[in-house]
Nanobody, 124 residues
Framework: QVQLVESGGGLVETGGSLRLSCAASGGIFSRYTVGWFRQAPGKEREFVAAISWIGGRTYYASSVKGRFTISRDNAKNTVTLQMNSLKPEDTAVYHC?????????????????WGQGTQVTVSS
């Protein structure tokens, strides 16, 4: 089974930056779509960003466009989410996931494997 591990979370002040990384086994990042989702306590899981194997196209939630950037390094089997200009509403547990189908990148039900998550907290 594919295993995903997130890292890079932490506590930052409003306006600060964090860089999250997702590492996967099996070199799957060169073959499938990888997405980032987040979930705050008491709220639904929310799509953040994704990067497709088809030309490496990227997708972003409107709430993070211009602030977050997703990228991949296939040689290291990692996907990175650079988060700038962080706001308190960005506080959540962030999960990376792999989609082995060709579903809509923003739909969590289309993803097959999920990481344990990393906590991001932005103080006000």
């Amino acid at each position: 089974q594919v295993q995903l591990v997130e890292s890079g979370g932490g506590l930052v002040e409003t306006g600060g930056s964090l860089r999250l990384s997702c590492a996967a086994s099996g070199g799957i990042f060169s073959r499938y779509t990888v997405g980032w989702f987040r979930q705050a306590p008491g709220k639904e899981r929310e799509f953040v960003a994704a990067i497709s194997w088809i030309g490496g196209r990227t997708y972003y939630a409107s709430s993070v466009k211009g602030r977050f950037t997703i990228s991949r390094d296939n040689a290291k089997n990692t996907v990175t989410l650079q988060m700038n200009s962080l706001k308190p509403e960005d506080t959540a547990v962030y999960h990376c996931a792999v989609d082995m189908s060709i579903g809509v990148p923003s739909e969590p039900a289309n993803y097959d494997y999920w990481g344990q998550g990393t906590q991001v907290t932005v103080s006000s």
